[in-house]
């Protein structure tokens, strides 16, 4: 569990318990009803002085200026209750503001009384996503397309729900339209550099950092040292013939020891002979080095910038990129793989470095706790196809900071929740918002524990005891959650996540990752 804030997307909203229950279920019957309400019910003014103030706002809100955006957009409605524009751009500014419930009440009132505003439903579907709730946001955004083939909005979030959904060409193709209809919308240009990074469209991707840059007013000057540091980054990936370029075995297959529920492989770096500790973590984006190991063996940094945020100590550490000629696992051999290097918390078992989900995507992966082993098959292979067919398959998104995430079911809670999939992580973790509800509340343990994060060490965090969690047809009973702050991660998740599948639940399964068709398998260890 290695998680870190990198350049943050706007498309991203905080966890909260009652009010995303209460919004999942009102939008669930919304598309039923919303064809009832006529648009004659609601008196336009559309006063020249009026649209003057909302361009007004909007020209804060893109220079990043969104408090005053927010205070404008309230006095004109204040003034004209009626003013449905100011409305929803003052949705707009509160799905960025973080502020999600609100954004929701507006945009759903607005969509309702005027069912042919193809905006209304773009800021809708835009809350929606937000909450994590995919089926409903991509119905309220097919919607806007259909009423306005010209709806930046619209494709613009519908890009950002195919990047969750791993339809990376798609979103691509989204958020190019979105672009094209509004090519200064700072948003929308840094999320196609998000996806272009993702595609592994390097140059295009740092063109496009380097284009927000330009257009965005945003003073926050951490936020654009960072972007400044992965501008550089991806400029030197982009420079490089190829990346991730497999060679050796089609498969390979090698033990791993669990230490504190944990998978720990033991791999070469650069030829060389020493074998190294890493873990296996599909909660980092990419894979990481420590800074001692990077020193002993000579790697270099090629790029740095700004300092990331995390879980742990005082929740900051610099941003340092760096960059593998080789990788070998087993008979695989992977070259030219970029990676992090940075300081590790940790007075136990020594840890060279962790995998990341980059590297092991290349490949249909499956994690066997039960005989202890780690393969990887080359995404070729026919196995490929018994993996995407497999009907104990569920699906998985992934986040805009790279990390996996599925639906989880806790015993008391009636909507389903967004996790990460975390096989670096050794215990499963809650969010804060989560821990401080009623429901959760009752079952706290009062033990307290000491987590190691990415930025350092935190101690005394509260503890639960989850009385059934669920993730698919898999059911676990009494399983340990920590309760930690999960704003940082969600600021750059994209959609919401409730909490962490940690490795004190994936331990009873063999797991296989099935990253071209965004699917897991599970299947139970024997005891």
């Known amino acids: 569990m290695r998680y870190s804030n990198f350049p943050k997307s706007v498309f991203f909203v905080p966890f909260r318990l009652k009010q995303i229950s209460c919004l999942i279920f009102l939008c669930s019957s919304f598309f039923i009803a919303a064809p009832a309400i006529c648009a004659a019910d609601v008196q336009q003014t559309g006063n020249a002085e009026t649209r003057q103030l909302v361009k007004q706002a909007q020209k804060l809100s893109k220079k990043g200026n969104l408090i005053e955006a927010e ?33 929701y009440d507006l945009s759903i009132a607005v969509a309702r009384s005027e069912p042919k505003n193809s905006y209304a439903f773009a800021v809708l579907g835009l809350t929606l996503l937000n909450a994590g709730n995919f089926r409903d946001a991509r119905a309220s955004l097919y919607n806007a397309l259909t009423l306005n083939k010209k709806e930046a909005l619209g494709w613009a979030a519908l890009g950002s729900l195919e990047f969750y959904e791993n339809q990376v060409s798609k979103a691509l193709n989204s958020l190019n339209e979105a672009m094209y209809l509004e090519p200064n919308e700072p948003n929308f240009v840094f999320a196609f550099a998000q996806v272009a990074a993702r595609a592994e469209r390097y140059k295009e991707a740092a063109e496009a950092y380097k284009t927000f840059l330009l257009i965005s007013r945003d003073e926050d000057k951490d936020r654009r040292d960072r972007i400044k540091g992965l501008i550089d980054f991806l400029s030197y990936l982009g420079n490089k013939q190829s990346l991730y370029i497999l060679e050796g075995d089609e498969k390979a297959a090698v033990d791993f020891r669990l230490v504190a529920n944990r998978p720990i492989i033991k791999l070469k770096i650069n030829d060389k002979d020493e074998p190294l500790n890493f873990v296996l973590d599909t909660g980092s984006g990419i894979s990481v080095i420590s800074d001692k190991t990077a020193e002993r063996l000579k790697i270099k940094s090629v790029a740095r910038g700004g300092f990331a ?21 087993g008979g695989v051999k992977i070259k030219n793989v970029p990676i992090y290097i940075r300081k590790f918390h940790s007075h ?34 026919l196995r490929d196809q018994t993996a995407a067919n497999s009907a104990l398959s569920l699906p998985l998104r992934l986040t805009s900071g790279g990390f996996l995430s599925g639906e989880v079911q806790l015993e008391g809670l009636t909507v389903p929740l967004n996790f990460i999939v975390d096989t670096g992580a050794s215990v499963s973790v809650i969010s804060d918002d989560l821990a401080g509800s009623e429901e959760m509340s009752r079952i706290a343990k009062g033990e307290k524990m000491r987590v190691i994060g990415a930025a350092g060490i935190t101690e005394d965090v509260p503890s639960f005891l989850l009385p059934r969690l669920t993730f698919g047809s898999h059911s676990r009973e009494s399983i340990t ?47």
């Open 348 to 381: 136990g078992e020594k840890i060279d470095g962790y995998i990341g989900l980059s590297l092991i995507s290349k490949f249909l992966t499956t994690i066997d706790y039960g005989g202890l082993s780690f393969s990887l098959t080359r995404k070729d292979s």
């Open 481 to 527: 959650a920590v309760a930690l702050d999960l704003d940082l991660i969600n600021e750059t998740s994209g959609f919401v996540q409730a909490g962490i599948l940690g490795g004190n639940f994936l331990r009873n399964y063999s797991l296989t990752f099935d990253f071209q068709n965004s699917k897991v398998i599970f299947v139970p260890v024997k005891k």
């Open 309 to 329: 945020r995390g879980i742990g100590g005082d929740g900051k550490f610099e941003i340092v990129y760096g960059f593998l000629r080789s990788v070998g696992v």
């Open 71 to 103: 205070k404008l957009l309230r006095r004109i409605i204040e003034v004209n209750p009626l003013e449905s524009a100011a409305k929803l751009e003052l949705a707009y500014v509160l799905v960025k503001r973080k502020q999600l419930v609100e954004a």
